[in-house]
């Protein structure tokens, strides 16, 4: 129980620090859950997939506020999908 708390806390500080800068915390995420006992492959899925809540999250907020352009970030969004 104690890990799994550590671990929300972990993830949670950091992906609030490093989303407040508009950048991934999948860099520091993976090396600190291992660090704490986790997985090395749990640890990489745990930061993907923070990146892609935060991103999706902030895009969506975004979209609503008409800060993001579709038209511009369509060809960035379609060329990363590939």
Do not use: H, Q, W
């Amino acid at each position: 129980m104690e890990f799994y708390l550590a671990s929300f806390l972990v993830t949670l500080f950091f992906s609030a620090l490093f989303a407040t800068g508009g950048v991934g915390s999948a860099i520091v995420l993976i090396p600190v859950l291992s660090s704490i006992g986790a997985g090395f492959d749990l640890s990489k899925a745990v930061g993907l997939f923070v990146n892609t809540i935060t991103t999706a999250t902030a895009s969506f907020m975004n979209f609503r506020k008409g800060g993001l352009d579709i038209k511009v970030t369509l060809p960035f969004l379609l060329t990363s999908a590939l």
